[in-house]
């Protein structure tokens, strides 16, 4: 059974581009968790999806930022004009029926976005 | 909200010594779950080790082994036997359990195994 992929796992962006990253969960997972990890810090949350719909977006910046999860295909997280410090890597993780009582999350290896 | 505490930036430990790595959490939710993830220089995010606030025992998986003391709000991950391979960083993550929860981590503890 593949784990959860991510990619691509690096992506180098100018200033004012776009970035998309694409997250394929483990066969089975409908929820899809998206993470940020800056330098030298823990995994902010971001945003919370299952199929096709937002559950929870409190972690994602309100412009630019955007995530979806559609019926069919991978789950993106879209970055749009990017700045220097959206520079950080970028873990999906996913779960079968959502974080609780003894239900972990399979993270990606993630994507490492650098912004120049 | 809950949050999560990790005092210990980096660790030192020698091979097949134990090493404990600490972490306190908050929260007023009584219904809760504890993960420790490893994460290698590699960067992916490997989990270890689940308890959860109901739980009589502590949990224990191969080498690791989970220290919950409820009243003090505390769930340290203790390593036994440390093995070169066990050099990574090491996040504690909470859960709650009511509703639709996310994991939220701690900055973690880098531990570093000596031969």
Redesign the interface.
């Known amino acids: 059974n593949a784990g959860v992929m991510q990619n691509p796992r690096h992506l180098v962006r100018r200033r004012g581009q776009e970035a998309r990253l694409r997250c394929s969960p483990m066969k089975g997972h409908s929820h899809v968790?998206w993470?940020r990890q800056l330098p030298e810090?823990?995994?902010?949350?971001m945003v919370?999806l299952q199929k096709e719909n937002i559950?929870?977006e409190s972690?994602m910046p309100k412009e630019r930022f955007s995530a979806e999860f559609p019926k069919e295909g991978p789950s993106i997280l879209r970055i749009q004009q990017v700045v220097r410090g959206d520079s950080a890597?970028y873990?999906c993780?996913s779960s079968p029926r959502?974080?609780?009582?003894?239900?972990?999350?399979?993270?990606?290896?993630?994507t490492?976005l650098t912004v120049t | 909200a809950q949050k999560i505490t990790q005092t210990q930036p980096g660790m030192f430990v020698q091979e097949k010594e134990a090493v404990t790595l600490d972490c306190t959490y908050d929260t007023s939710d009584p219904?809760y779950?504890l993960?420790w993830?490893k994460q290698p220089s590699?960067?992916?995010?490997?989990?270890l080790i689940?308890q959860?606030s109901y739980d009589q025992q502590n949990a224990t998986e191969g080498r690791y082994s989970l220290n919950f003391q409820k009243a003090r709000k505390s769930a340290n991950l203790v390593i036994s036997a440390s093995q070169l391979g066990d050099s990574a960083m090491y996040?504690c993550?909470m859960?709650l359990?009511s509703g639709?929860?996310?994991?939220?981590?701690?900055?973690?503890t880098m531990l570093l195994v000596s031969p």
Do not use: C, Q
């Open positions: 968790y993470y810090e823990g995994l902010k949350f919370y559950i929870d972690g890597a873990f993780a959502g974080v609780s009582y003894n239900s972990p999350l399979h993270f990606g290896n993630g490492r | 219904s779950g993960f993830y590699s960067g992916e995010m490997i989990f689940y959860g996040f993550a859960s359990n639709y929860s996310t994991l939220t981590f701690g900055k973690g």
